[in-house]
């Protein structure tokens, strides 16, 4: 069945430096691909998403790149700060009976940012 | 704030019991999704609902069922509870239907606990 497999699973990084997070995934017929970040008792919160007509996405120090031909897709995090210390999730839709799509999730990355 | 609410925060009950979720949309979305996260676990996929339908089921035990009702909100009823059954039991939004076209809005999510 359909399958998004993220990486790394724990990330440890100092302030100031870059975090990349990566997800590969199953089915090519994939077109959306959401990123969640959950902070400690919260809901998951859309952080930025990307779909398979475009390469690239920024939104200030966060980009999602994605190589539909490699089926993968990952969350460049830049100048880390120590609030972005949060779980991330990424997200591929894939098909589904009924003629649409389900959103298929990663099992998280938890990124600690240390001051 | 996403504007997804739900309630209650915390439930507490024994093994056995039947409980019930509530969940309300951000207004003007139809879909809404039940998602279950264990301890340390990813997201898992229980149903989604729109305008008032049960579109798409994922791993959802037989014990556990939904309605979205006319004002759009949405109750997930957990019966004869199992200790395995403690998680933390979110919702989400959209505004259409096929979970590649539309992104989805979490709650803040229901702590449940089963002793």
């Known amino acids: 069945g359909e399958n998004v497999e993220q990486h790394p699973s724990t990330l440890s990084v100092q302030e100031g430096d870059s975090a990349v997070i990566k997800c590969t995934y199953s089915d090519s017929a994939s077109n959306y691909f959401p990123w969640y970040k959950q902070e400690l008792g919260k809901g998951p919160q859309l952080i930025i998403d990307i779909r398979s007509n475009v390469g690239e996405k920024k939104d200030q120090r966060i980009a999602v790149t994605l190589n539909k031909t490699a089926k993968h897709f990952s969350l460049h995090i830049t100048e880390t700060q120590p609030e972005d210390s949060a779980v991330y999730f990424c997200?591929?839709?894939?098909?589904?009976?009924?003629?649409?799509?389900?959103?298929?999730f990663g099992a998280g990355t938890r990124l600690a940012v240390h001051p | 704030d996403s504007g997804v609410t739900q309630t209650p925060k915390h439930l507490i009950t024994a093994t056995g019991q039947r409980v019930t979720l509530r969940c309300s949309p951000r207004s003007g979305d139809l879909s809404v999704y039940w998602y279950q996260q264990s301890l340390d676990q990813g997201l898992q996929f229980l149903i989604q609902y729109y305008n008032g339908e049960e579109r798409a089921k994922g791993n959802i035990l037989e014990r556990f069922s939904a309605q979205q009702f006319p004002d759009l909100h949405s109750e997930l009823n957990l019966s004869s509870l199992e200790l395995g059954d403690s998680a933390l039991y979110f919702c989400a939004s959209s505004v259409g239907q096929d979970q590649g076209l539309y992104e989805q809005y979490f709650g803040p999510g229901t702590r449940l606990t089963v002793t």
């Open positions: 997200a591929a839709s894939a098909g589904f009976s009924g003629g649409y799509n389900k959103l298929i």
